[in-house]
């Protein structure tokens, strides 16, 4: 086939990238289901109309229909995995025990404009607790410390949640007696991007606010605090509203929770707001250190309202890791790096083709025992074979021999008797290892 042209924002990793990439999988999966969610997969579309309603989100949404034909309903992929979750939730109450704990590892699909961290298909890691009815407030800080204790397992810089609480925006926003929170709220969500300065101007141009009340939004927004003295600083500006009161709370307990189980893992930030619309309490944001120019790699919140049967309401709340966002950073500044791109540690060695079926044979007793290898592809001089294996990053070569087989790790040269039945190559060297790129 001949070669196609580049597909900008559909990501395809080298072997040692995708290597990576399933390191921060498997150990999603290992701390997710640590903490009791059960793995979920949900179809890949959604009802056109349904994603479209769900925030600023619109124009980035992939329609689907079939080449031929149009009698196909309007369908388009889902841009996250929160609103197909809601959607199961409604269709599957009656047969799910409440509070339900998921976690969804899949593809998603937005027609962004791909830049740095930003694609058009990219993976996400999810989980969610729903209830029906009500939700404890305190699941709200078990998200932050899920998530916080598989970036702490991680071989990367260390990460900070951000936190902040919708109400508290909204209540401050009532108080200071905007008609439209939401405008203010997108204006907000920009800070990262545009600036006070950038801000300023949205919130007296497009949400038409007066300068003085502009500059009240932008004195709650600089507010950070890595525990509940952010309170006091709020109550400073001498805003009053019962859902400012409310969310503070909400917020405080959120922080004081995290800091007590993972102290330095939460930082309240006031200027958090997430753009989607079905946000209605705690928000999140994740930051690298060192690397918070490139913006957030886990985010999410709680959501009351977004799925509904039409007699019960089943609100919840729930974290994301843009696992393909992740990656790109950890790969492009160079933060991790794969021992070997192969998961094979040993290549069997040929002597002639006559005798490959004995080197298929010690290739059959390693893996019996868990051990990855491979046999050479050629009968070539050993001295090729073990280029090979170095080409490859395997750092064994096994011969076999009937007098007597043997194992030689080809960076130190040391070269060993060795019994297919019981040889076993040291713990560091069995799987890739994914190590921090300034780790020696």
């Keep these: 086939m001949a070669r196609s042209p580049g597909l900008s924002g559909f990501p395809e990793w080298l072997p040692d990238g995708r290597i990576v990439e399933l390191e921060i999988l498997d150990t999603a999966r290992e701390v997710f289901e640590l903490h009791g969610f059960a793995s979920l ?80 298909e990219f993976t996400q890691a999810d989980i969610d607790i729903v209830d029906a009815g009500e939700l404890s407030s305190h699941h709200e800080a078990e998200m932050a410390l899920v998530m916080s204790e598989l970036f702490a397992r991680l071989p990367m810089p260390p990460a900070i949640i951000r936190v902040n609480n919708r109400k508290v925006l ?28 950038g801000v300023r101007r949205l919130l007296q141009d497009d949400a038409g606010l007066a300068p003085e009340v502009a500059e009240q939004c932008l004195r709650l927004a600089a507010i950070r605090s890595p525990d509940a003295s952010f309170v006091d600083e709020v109550r400073a500006l001498g805003v009053e509203d019962p859902l400012l009161d409310e969310g503070l709370a909400e917020l405080a307990r959120v922080v004081e929770a995290v800091d007590e189980a993972r102290p330095g893992a939460v930082l309240a930030d006031l200027h958090i707001a997430r753009g989607l619309d079905y946000y209605t309490g705690t928000v999140y944001e994740t930051f690298l250190e060192g690397f918070e120019s490139f913006g957030s790699v886990c985010s999410g919140g709680r959501y009351d309202s977004l799925a509904t049967d039409g007699r019960t309401t089943y609100p919840g709340v729930g974290i994301s890791l843009g696992v393909t966002r992740l990656v790109s950073l950890l790969l492009g ?28 044979a010690v290739a059959r007793d390693l893996r019996a025992r868990g051990v990855p290898c491979e046999v050479a592809p050629r009968a070539d001089k050993f001295g090729k074979q073990i280029r090979h294996a170095d080409r490859r990053g395997i750092p064994f070569v096994w011969f076999p021999d009937p007098a007597g087989h043997t194992v030689k790790d080809i960076r130190s040269g040391d070269q060993v008797p060795a019994d297919a039945a019981t040889w076993t190559p040291p713990d560091r060297d069995l799987r890739p290892q994914v190590t921090r790129g300034d780790d020696t």
Excluded: C, M
């Design 333 to 360: 500044r160079d933060l991790v790096r794969a021992s070997r791109s192969v998961p094979s540690a040993v290549l069997i060695a040929v002597v002639d083709e006559a005798s490959r079926p004995a080197s298929e």
């Design 170 to 197: 909204e209540g401050f926003y009532r108080g200071l007696g905007i008609e439209d929170p939401a405008a203010v709220l997108r204006s907000i969500d920009k800070l990262d991007k545009v600036g006070a300065d």
């Design 41 to 120: 997969e949900t179809r890949s579309v959604e009802p056109l109309d349904v994603l479209v309603r769900k925030g600023e989100i619109d124009k980035e949404v992939y329609a689907v229909r079939r080449l031929h034909g149009d009698d196909d309903a309007d369908l388009a992929l889902h841009f996250d995995l929160t609103v197909p979750f809601a959607r199961y939730v409604a269709e599957n109450a009656g047969q799910l025990a409440f509070p339900f704990r998921r976690y969804q590892i899949q593809r998603v699909w937005r027609g962004e404009r791909p830049q740095e961290g930003r694609f058009r």
